[in-house]
Nanobody
Framework: VQLQASGGGLVQAGGSLRLSCAAS????????MGWFRQAPGKERELVAT????????YYADSVKGRFTMSRDNAKNTVYLQMNSLKPEDTAVYYC??????????????????WGQGTLVTVSS
């Protein structure tokens, strides 16, 4: 599967952005999806994951209550709605697909396909 992330940009602290990740192919609904981010000088970290049906989600503590991940299998797209953005949310955001079934502890190493990343910059 090929992934194309979009929707990044520059926003002031407290603002909102919605990231999208469009997937190619007709097997999108078979993949658990995730959003990751990498801030300058830091390691890539998991932000959120969503199950194949969209019925289960996981969020990192740092974004819980502010970010919402969703998917539309008919459109082969996943979304990350980001509200109440903080300067520390500044990073390149990547979407990824895993052939593993969703569970709460799904790790980065279990994601097989990656998009190219979209930059989110939050100004203070």
């Amino acid at each position: 599967v090929q992934l194309q992330a979009s929707g990044g940009g520059l926003v002031q602290a407290g603002g909102s952005l919605r990231l999208s990740c469009a997937a190619s192919g007709r097997t999108f609904s078979r993949y658990t999806m995730g959003w990751f981010r990498q801030a300058p000088g830091k390691e890539r970290e998991l932000v959120a994951t969503i199950s194949r049906s969209g019925g289960s989600t996981y969020y990192a503590d740092s974004v819980k209550g502010r970010f919402t991940m969703s998917r539309d299998n008919a459109k082969n797209t996943v979304y990350l709605q980001m509200n109440s953005l903080k300067p520390e949310d500044t990073a390149v955001y990547y979407c990824a697909a895993s052939g593993s079934a969703w569970y709460n502890g799904l790790a980065e190493r279990q994601f097989d396909y990656w998009g190219q990343g979209t930059l989110v910059t939050v100004s203070s």
